[in-house]
């Protein structure tokens, strides 16, 4: 098992910067790649970015040059960060931390809201 929990989603300006942070715990030696999804009223949840143990990232084509995926692993836990900066209204969602195991299961952290105003 594994838990994530996110922070840092606010209330920002068009143009603006935010950090989200998100710890996994527990079973972190199964994880292989951790990510951010986003989710926004009435749409379906997509992908943001990834990065895996390596340190390889992949990025949508729709934050590309914008949002920036880091990673820290330590002892006990797990922290993935995503810097997002010239932020835009259609950024406007729930950014949720994801965790993929070797074996391809997948954990969810329970969101963090983030919204960008115009």
């Known amino acids: 098992q594994v838990q994530l929990v996110e922070s840092g989603g606010d209330l920002v300006q068009a143009g603006g910067s935010l950090r989200l942070s998100c710890v996994a715990s527990g079973s972190i030696f199964s994880i292989n790649t951790m990510g951010w999804y986003r989710q926004a009223p009435g749409k379906e949840r997509e992908y943001v970015a990834t990065i895996n143990t390596g340190g390889s990232t992949n990025y949508a084509d729709s934050v590309k040059g914008r949002f920036t995926i880091d990673r820290d692993n330590s002892k006990n836990m797990v922290s993935v960060y995503l810097q997002m900066n010239s932020l835009k209204p259609e950024d406007t969602a729930v950014y949720y931390c994801?965790?993929?195991?070797?074996?391809?299961?997948?954990?969810w952290g329970q969101g963090t809201q983030v919204t960008v105003s115009s």
């Open positions: 994801n965790a993929r195991q070797r074996i391809g299961l997948d954990y």
